[in-house]
Protein backbone atom coordinates (compact mmCIF):
# COMPACT_ATOMS: atom_id res chain seq x y z
CA UNK A 1 0.00 0.00 0.00
CA UNK A 2 0.93 3.46 -0.32
CA UNK A 3 2.29 5.53 2.36
CA UNK A 4 3.97 8.73 3.45
CA UNK A 5 6.10 9.42 6.62
CA UNK A 6 7.55 11.66 7.81
CA UNK A 7 9.91 10.80 10.78
CA UNK A 8 9.87 14.12 12.47
CA UNK A 9 6.71 15.37 14.75
CA UNK A 10 8.56 18.75 15.21
CA UNK A 11 11.45 20.37 14.99
CA UNK A 12 13.01 23.56 16.24
CA UNK A 13 15.34 25.84 14.25
CA UNK A 14 17.20 28.81 14.70
CA UNK A 15 16.51 31.65 12.63
CA UNK A 16 19.43 32.04 9.64
CA UNK A 17 20.02 28.27 10.17
CA UNK A 18 19.53 25.74 7.54
CA UNK A 19 16.70 23.50 7.29
CA UNK A 20 16.02 19.70 6.39
CA UNK A 21 12.36 17.92 6.59
CA UNK A 22 12.79 14.37 6.08
CA UNK A 23 10.05 12.38 4.16
CA UNK A 24 9.70 8.91 2.84
CA UNK A 25 7.59 7.48 0.94
CA UNK A 26 6.27 3.85 -0.34
CA UNK A 27 5.25 3.31 -4.22
CA UNK A 28 5.66 0.91 -6.75
CA UNK A 29 5.94 3.14 -9.51
CA UNK A 30 7.43 6.34 -10.34
CA UNK A 31 5.97 8.71 -7.75
CA UNK A 32 3.94 11.96 -8.00
CA UNK A 33 5.11 14.22 -4.87
CA UNK A 34 4.23 17.20 -3.28
CA UNK A 35 4.99 19.67 -0.17
CA UNK A 36 2.63 21.49 1.34
CA UNK A 37 2.63 24.07 3.96
CA UNK A 38 0.28 25.23 6.30
CA UNK A 39 0.29 28.04 8.82
CA UNK A 40 -1.75 28.83 11.63
CA UNK A 41 -5.50 28.69 10.71
CA UNK A 42 -4.67 28.31 7.02
CA UNK A 43 -5.48 26.18 4.25
CA UNK A 44 -2.45 23.89 2.89
CA UNK A 45 -0.53 25.66 -0.10
CA UNK A 46 1.95 24.08 -2.42
CA UNK A 47 5.82 24.48 -2.13
CA UNK A 48 6.80 22.30 -5.07
CA UNK A 49 6.21 19.24 -6.85
CA UNK A 50 8.36 16.38 -8.37
CA UNK A 51 6.71 14.70 -11.03
CA UNK A 52 9.75 13.49 -13.18
CA UNK A 53 13.57 14.78 -14.82
CA UNK A 54 15.53 16.92 -12.12
CA UNK A 55 16.00 15.06 -9.27
CA UNK A 56 16.61 19.02 -7.36
CA UNK A 57 13.20 20.89 -7.89
CA UNK A 58 12.79 24.35 -6.68
CA UNK A 59 9.88 25.94 -4.75
CA UNK A 60 8.21 28.95 -3.43
CA UNK A 61 9.52 30.53 -0.92
CA UNK A 62 13.25 29.43 -1.01
CA UNK A 63 12.53 25.98 -0.42
CA UNK A 64 13.30 23.31 -2.81
CA UNK A 65 13.43 19.72 -2.40
CA UNK A 66 15.37 16.57 -3.36
CA UNK A 67 14.04 13.12 -4.83
CA UNK A 68 16.29 10.21 -4.45
CA UNK A 69 14.61 7.16 -5.40
CA UNK A 70 16.84 4.86 -3.72
CA UNK A 71 16.14 6.19 -0.58
CA UNK A 72 12.62 6.81 -1.23
CA UNK A 73 13.23 10.22 -0.05
CA UNK A 74 11.83 13.31 -0.78
CA UNK A 75 13.70 15.58 1.64
CA UNK A 76 12.46 19.52 2.08
CA UNK A 77 15.45 21.95 2.55
CA UNK A 78 15.96 25.61 2.97
CA UNK A 79 19.28 27.11 3.34
CA UNK A 80 18.04 29.81 5.79
CA UNK A 81 14.89 29.96 7.98
CA UNK A 82 13.15 33.10 8.99
CA UNK A 83 10.36 33.63 11.27
CA UNK A 84 7.81 33.29 9.20
CA UNK A 85 8.33 29.91 7.93
CA UNK A 86 7.09 28.60 11.30
CA UNK A 87 4.46 26.53 10.20
CA UNK A 88 3.35 22.82 9.32
CA UNK A 89 4.54 21.08 6.50
CA UNK A 90 3.20 17.89 4.52
CA UNK A 91 4.53 15.41 2.41
CA UNK A 92 2.20 13.95 -0.09
CA UNK A 93 2.39 11.16 -2.80
CA UNK A 94 -0.83 11.08 -5.53
CA UNK A 95 -2.62 7.59 -5.77
CA UNK A 96 -2.75 5.42 -8.12
CA UNK A 97 -5.10 6.12 -10.34
CA UNK A 98 -5.79 10.08 -12.73
CA UNK A 99 -8.35 11.45 -10.08
CA UNK A 100 -7.57 10.08 -6.94
CA UNK A 101 -6.84 11.80 -3.41
CA UNK A 102 -3.14 12.83 -2.64
CA UNK A 103 -1.83 10.50 0.61
CA UNK A 104 -0.25 12.61 3.20
CA UNK A 105 2.27 12.35 5.63
CA UNK A 106 1.22 13.18 9.39
CA UNK A 107 3.13 16.01 9.16
CA UNK A 108 6.03 18.26 10.96
CA UNK A 109 5.72 21.37 12.95
CA UNK A 110 8.56 23.76 12.50
CA UNK A 111 9.19 26.05 14.67
CA UNK A 112 11.84 28.76 14.46
CA UNK A 113 14.18 30.23 17.30
CA UNK A 114 15.52 33.99 17.29
CA UNK B 1 -5.11 31.82 -9.07
CA UNK B 2 -7.56 28.44 -8.20
CA UNK B 3 -10.05 30.22 -5.58
CA UNK B 4 -11.68 27.25 -3.45
CA UNK B 5 -14.19 28.88 -0.77
CA UNK B 6 -15.10 27.14 2.31
CA UNK B 7 -18.35 28.95 3.52
CA UNK B 8 -17.61 28.80 6.87
CA UNK B 9 -14.50 29.13 9.07
CA UNK B 10 -15.63 28.19 12.39
CA UNK B 11 -18.88 26.92 13.04
CA UNK B 12 -20.34 25.15 16.65
CA UNK B 13 -23.01 23.06 16.19
CA UNK B 14 -25.16 20.46 18.77
CA UNK B 15 -24.98 16.98 18.87
CA UNK B 16 -27.64 14.82 16.70
CA UNK B 17 -27.72 18.09 14.24
CA UNK B 18 -27.39 17.95 10.40
CA UNK B 19 -24.22 19.95 9.60
CA UNK B 20 -23.39 20.92 6.19
CA UNK B 21 -20.21 22.42 4.93
CA UNK B 22 -20.29 24.05 1.98
CA UNK B 23 -17.31 24.28 -0.17
CA UNK B 24 -16.99 26.58 -3.89
CA UNK B 25 -14.10 26.57 -6.34
CA UNK B 26 -13.86 29.08 -9.08
CA UNK B 27 -11.19 26.69 -11.55
CA UNK B 28 -13.42 24.23 -13.52
CA UNK B 29 -11.88 21.62 -11.52
CA UNK B 30 -13.21 18.20 -11.70
CA UNK B 31 -11.97 17.26 -8.92
CA UNK B 32 -13.19 17.36 -5.50
CA UNK B 33 -12.07 16.89 -1.65
CA UNK B 34 -12.96 16.58 1.70
CA UNK B 35 -10.58 15.64 4.20
CA UNK B 36 -10.53 15.90 8.00
CA UNK B 37 -7.28 17.41 10.39
CA UNK B 38 -6.64 16.40 13.17
CA UNK B 39 -3.58 16.84 15.80
CA UNK B 40 -0.73 14.19 15.41
CA UNK B 41 -2.85 12.46 12.41
CA UNK B 42 -2.59 14.39 9.45
CA UNK B 43 -5.20 15.15 6.96
CA UNK B 44 -7.60 12.02 6.50
CA UNK B 45 -9.54 11.54 3.18
CA UNK B 46 -13.73 11.55 3.56
CA UNK B 47 -14.98 11.39 0.63
CA UNK B 48 -14.02 12.64 -3.03
CA UNK B 49 -15.45 13.39 -6.41
CA UNK B 50 -14.23 13.52 -9.53
CA UNK B 51 -17.12 14.62 -11.53
CA UNK B 52 -20.95 16.11 -10.71
CA UNK B 53 -22.90 13.62 -9.34
CA UNK B 54 -20.31 11.11 -8.82
CA UNK B 55 -18.84 10.29 -5.81
CA UNK B 56 -16.03 7.94 -3.90
CA UNK B 57 -15.38 6.97 -0.31
CA UNK B 58 -12.31 7.79 0.99
CA UNK B 59 -10.25 6.57 4.16
CA UNK B 60 -13.17 7.58 7.06
CA UNK B 61 -16.42 8.09 5.43
CA UNK B 62 -18.76 6.70 8.42
CA UNK B 63 -20.65 9.28 9.43
CA UNK B 64 -20.83 11.39 6.79
CA UNK B 65 -21.94 11.69 3.05
CA UNK B 66 -21.50 14.45 0.57
CA UNK B 67 -23.32 15.99 -2.42
CA UNK B 68 -22.32 17.21 -5.80
CA UNK B 69 -25.38 18.51 -8.03
CA UNK B 70 -22.85 21.41 -9.62
CA UNK B 71 -19.17 21.03 -10.93
CA UNK B 72 -18.15 24.09 -8.68
CA UNK B 73 -19.79 22.85 -5.49
CA UNK B 74 -18.83 20.06 -3.14
CA UNK B 75 -20.73 19.82 0.33
CA UNK B 76 -19.88 17.75 3.25
CA UNK B 77 -23.02 16.69 5.37
CA UNK B 78 -22.80 15.27 8.91
CA UNK B 79 -26.38 13.31 9.19
CA UNK B 80 -26.47 13.53 12.84
CA UNK B 81 -23.58 15.38 14.56
CA UNK B 82 -21.19 13.73 16.89
CA UNK B 83 -18.83 15.57 19.51
CA UNK B 84 -16.13 12.74 18.00
CA UNK B 85 -16.53 14.89 14.78
CA UNK B 86 -14.91 17.72 16.37
CA UNK B 87 -11.98 18.99 13.91
CA UNK B 88 -10.78 21.14 11.21
CA UNK B 89 -11.82 20.27 7.95
CA UNK B 90 -10.60 20.95 4.63
CA UNK B 91 -11.69 20.93 0.99
CA UNK B 92 -9.29 20.79 -1.94
CA UNK B 93 -9.93 20.76 -6.01
CA UNK B 94 -7.79 19.79 -8.49
CA UNK B 95 -7.87 19.02 -12.30
CA UNK B 96 -8.28 15.17 -12.86
CA UNK B 97 -4.59 14.14 -13.76
CA UNK B 98 -2.21 12.24 -11.39
CA UNK B 99 0.42 14.73 -11.91
CA UNK B 100 -2.12 17.36 -10.54
CA UNK B 101 -1.55 19.77 -7.25
CA UNK B 102 -4.55 19.90 -5.58
CA UNK B 103 -5.63 23.66 -3.86
CA UNK B 104 -7.14 24.05 -0.59
CA UNK B 105 -9.65 25.82 0.96
CA UNK B 106 -9.04 27.73 4.69
CA UNK B 107 -10.39 24.78 6.62
CA UNK B 108 -13.39 24.94 8.93
CA UNK B 109 -13.03 24.62 12.25
CA UNK B 110 -15.58 22.73 12.93
CA UNK B 111 -17.26 22.13 16.99
CA UNK B 112 -19.58 19.82 18.24
CA UNK B 113 -21.23 20.35 21.87
Known amino acids: AQSVTQPDIHITVSEGASLELRCNYSYGATPYLFWYVQSPGQGLQLLLKYFSGDTLVQGIKGFEAEFKRSQSSFNLRKPSVHWSDAAEYFC????????????FGKGTTLSVSS | DVKVTQSSRYLVKRTGEKVFLECVQDMDHENMFWYRQDPGLGLRLIYF???????EKGDIPEGYSVSREKKERFSLILESASTNQTSMYLCASSPPDRYAPQHFGDGTRLSIL
Open chain 2, 49 to 55: SYDVKMK
Open chain 1, 92 to 103: AVAGNQAGTALI
